[in-house]
């Protein structure tokens, strides 16, 4: 399975932006798949995750209400919807793949990662 992200950028506060996640290899139509997301000096953190079956999502408080999570199986991507974004979204995104559902929010049990797109929020 292979990941690969893109939609990254420099944008203002209050800007919106859309990730991208294009899925090659087999399918894991039964797995959950998430972004993550890591800013300078801190660990990462889970961000979202939305089962690929039936579309079911979790969201980390902290974008909740501001970011969205979807996913069109005939194109294989899973997108990230950024509104309202602030300094503080600033950060290297990374999509993940493979875990239980169960497992949604927890970064060591996805098999698969992408290579991480840059999103900046500053003015």
């Known amino acids: 399975v292979q990941l690969a992200e893109s939609g990254g950028g420099l944008v203002q506060p209050g800007d919106s932006l859309r990730l991208s996640c294009a899925v090659s290899?087999?399918?894991?139509?039964?797995?959950?798949m998430a972004w993550f997301r890591q800013a300078p000096g801190k660990e990462r953190e889970f961000v979202d995750a939305?089962?690929?079956?039936?579309?079911?999502?979790a969201y980390a408080d902290s974008v909740k209400g501001r970011f969205t999570i979807s996913r069109d199986s005939a194109k294989n991507t899973v997108y990230l919807q950024m509104n309202s974004l602030k300094p503080e979204d600033t950060a290297v995104y990374y999509c993940?793949?493979?875990?239980?559902?169960?497992?949604?929010?927890?970064?060591?049990?996805?098999?698969?990662w992408g290579q991480g797109t840059q999103v900046t929020v500053s003015s």
């Open positions: 290899g087999r399918t894991l139509s039964s797995y959950a």
């Open positions: 939305i089962r690929w079956s039936d579309g079911r999502t």
């Open positions: 993940a793949a493979g875990a239980p559902w169960v497992w949604a929010r927890a970064q060591s049990k996805y098999p698969y």
